[in-house]
């Protein structure tokens, strides 16, 4: 097994490991937890190609993965945020409890 | 394939396994942050420092803290007693068991073509200043403005709609 | 001669690896590193603890202690001792294994981020390429286990000091980065090593610390009330305001386990304090350059205990803040002039060498200060108080 593969595996396996969580929990933060988790699944995949392969000098898994966080960031901060103001209208963050579109 | 790998990776993955599975929303979030400080400790062993920092800094200092602030201003720090029913649960956990299978088998099934070994790239931070500030400067720009509209909007979004009409 | 002490530690740890077998080279490398600041920063906080009670006796006309050995200096010894034989009571509710964690992970990350510290002339942990990173990324770990101390004790007093620290930490956090965001710009390097190696040059007899210049001094002062509000330190010491919420996030904490809290508390004061001096104030390198022959830590710890007299000063010098004006301070006052700092230091990097520059960039920090706080002062934050019961 090359060590490319392995950096794969892993993040594949947390990247199954956020998608479980998102689906499985029905709790809204612990939901963008988990998006989170895929989103870093993917950053570990940039890294890793951007390590062993053919042209790192170009640095573009590295800058991808700098983008990719600060928009993680800033998905975070608004996500939790629209949880905040969902919580004040409906006084629960389950995600079964949203289920009408009226006011 | 390094021992430091394989113990770096077991943090990681009982990081975030465990915040993805625990009951109480404050170990979910403390478990998660375990699971992307390995994550922060995978980036530097792939030689990528400066990532690594960042990582860090943006999930540990402020992902963390605000998913922190989240759960104390929802009040959902108890332990949750309705959870969803178990085969609800099972199909979840089934649906991503086939997506790592899948995945598994188009690494392992790809593992010939992959590069197998290579020099470990030198960068410094001066190099991905530069690059930022030249070939990447476009992207830059949207990001600072995307970074500014989250704040202002996630400002409005969270403030208190009485206090916001006074 | 002067050259062999500076050196001459790092000649010591020369000579003992040279009877090493080169298979535990590195092992033995990094913990002959480590140790030296391992022993010497915790000696550093007990010299401080007595220090600031001492002084802070001075300033409020009483002796502080004076029991203990000669003059009281033995007093952190009995307190060690003291806590350490001190019961370990932990609350019935409380959350055992995050309750045991939070106090390890602070002394932890505290020691951490001496690793970019260079404390003399070649004598740094690890040299990283993004080393005021590191030390940020690190830092801003505290936040978190300050926040576990509070939850886990599951007391609303904990819990409320806790909410207050985390709030004010992460504001002051970004004052405190953007501040060092104009050294980093003016050495182009995230290297602390390479950033005092730049300020330890002289033109005639004067060094080129960056706080010789507007911008350096503003982000020094910047720097520096962000790290007094960082540590949790009077004036900004709501985390732990002892007449409200008696002490904040560690109130169910005893024994053994307070002191480690205490410890990381003084051990992140002292390493935001080198950073400042790293940043700012050269490093090891000496004010003047006909005083270089005194070895390279010496001054480092020299400015470093400055720095802590000057913390000490203005703990027994100011009254605490209030919440709102603690947050209206960062967000209205120390954001927006640190800003300004930045795009100064800017217009001090493209103009020529000269009086100009100095004019010109003194000015824009002057006219930023002055209106910013006058905005702070029309929407009356900082209004006189008065006492409507007392008089």
């Given at each position: 097994m090359s060590p490319l593969s392995g950096y794969l595996l892993l993040s594949a396996l947390l990247f199954s490991i956020g998608l479980a969580g998102a689906l499985t929990r029905r709790n809204a933060i612990l939901v963008l937890i988990g998006i989170e988790l895929m989103l870093n699944a993917a950053n570990l995949n940039f890294i890793a190609f951007w390590r062993?392969?053919?042209?790192?000098?170009?640095l573009t898994g590295v800058m991808f993965t700098i983008f990719s966080i600060s928009v993680a960031a800033a998905e975070a901060a608004v996500g939790l945020s629209i949880i905040l103001a969902v919580y004040r209208h409906s006084k629960s963050i389950n995600l079964d409890a949203m289920n009408s579109m009226k006011g | 394939m390094t021992i430091s790998f394989f113990i770096i990776a077991a943090i990681t993955i009982v990081g975030t396994a465990a915040a993805m599975s625990l009951k109480n929303l404050v170990h979910c979030v403390l478990s998660l942050t375990l699971g992307l400080v390995g994550l922060a400790l995978l980036f530097l062993l792939l030689g990528a420092q400066f990532v690594g920092f960042t990582q860090i800094l943006v999930y540990v200092g402020a992902v963390a803290i605000l998913a922190v602030f989240a759960i104390m201003m929802t009040r959902?720090?108890?332990?949750?007693?309705?959870?969803?029913?178990a085969s609800f649960r099972l199909s979840g956990v089934l649906i991503a068991a086939t997506v790592f299978a899948v995945l598994a088998w188009a690494i392992s099934s790809a593992t010939r073509s992959l590069p197998s070994q290579s020099s470990q790239p030198e960068v410094s931070v001066n190099q991905i200043g530069v690059a930022l500030m030249h070939q990447f400067v476009l992207p830059l720009e949207v990001i600072g403005v995307l970074l500014t509209a989250a704040l202002v909007g996630a400002a409005i979004l969270a403030m208190d709609e009485t206090g916001a009409s006074r | 001669m002067p050259e062999i002490i500076d050196q001459i530690f790092v000649l010591l740890k020369h000579w003992l690896m040279g009877y090493v077998p080169s298979l535990l080279k590195p092992v033995v490398s990094a913990i002959l590193s480590v140790v030296p600041v391992l022993l010497a920063f915790p000696l550093l906080f007990a010299i401080t603890t007595v220090l600031e009670r001492k002084g802070l006796g001075r300033m409020q006309n009483r002796y502080g202690p004076?029991?203990?050995?000669p003059f009281g200096f033995l007093q952190p010894m009995a307190d060690g001792i003291k806590s350490l034989t001190k019961e370990d009571i932990i609350p019935r509710t409380a959350d055992h294994l995050v309750h045991l964690l939070a106090p390890v992970v602070i002394v932890i990350a505290s020691f951490l981020v001496?690793?970019?510290?260079?404390?003399?002339?070649?004598?740094?942990?690890a040299n990283l390429n993004a080393g005021v990173l590191f030390f940020f990324a690190v830092g801003s770990m505290v936040e978190l286990s300050v926040f576990m101390a509070g939850w886990s004790s599951r007391s609303k007093y904990s819990l409320l000091g806790a909410m207050r620290a985390i709030a004010q930490m992460i504001s002051y956090e970004i004052p405190l980065v953007l501040a060092s965001i104009v050294v980093i710009m003016a050495a182009g390097s995230l290297s602390t090593v390479t950033i005092v190696n730049l300020q330890a040059t002289y033109t005639g007899i004067f060094p080129?610390?960056?706080?010789?210049t507007p911008w350096g001094l503003t982000g020094f002062i910047i720097f520096m009330i962000a790290a007094t509000a960082e540590s949790n330190r009077?004036?900004?010491d709501l985390p732990e305001g002892e007449s409200e919420i008696?002490?904040?996030?560690?109130?169910e904490y005893s024994g053994f386990k307070f002191a480690l809290f205490f410890l990381g508390e003084y051990l992140g004061m002292f390493a935001t304090s080198a950073m400042a001096i790293t940043l700012?104030?050269?490093?090891?390198?000496?004010?003047?350059?006909?005083?270089?022959?005194?070895?390279s830590y010496v001054w480092f710890f020299a400015k470093l205990l400055a720095l802590i007299c000057a913390f000490i000063w203005i703990r027994g010098t100011l009254p605490r803040l209030r919440m709102d004006q603690l947050m209206n301070f960062a967000w209205k006052f120390m954001l927006p002039l640190s800003l300004i700092n930045i795009f100064a230091a800017g217009v001090w990097h493209y103009m020529p060498a000269g009086a100009s520059r100095w004019l010109v960039v003194t000015l824009v920090i002057a006219v930023a200060c002055v209106l910013l706080s006058r905005g702070l002062r029309r929407n009356q934050w900082f209004h006189v108080r008065t006492y409507r019961f007392a008089s």
């Open positions: 062993y392969g053919p042209n790192p000098a170009a | 959902s720090a108890e332990p949750m007693t309705n959870l969803p029913p | 004076n029991r203990v050995g001496y690793a970019v510290l260079p404390i003399g002339r070649n004598m740094v942990i080129h610390w960056y706080v010789f009077c004036p900004f008696i002490a904040g996030y560690y109130i700012f104030l050269g490093g090891w390198a000496a004010p003047f350059s006909f005083l270089t022959w005194i070895p």
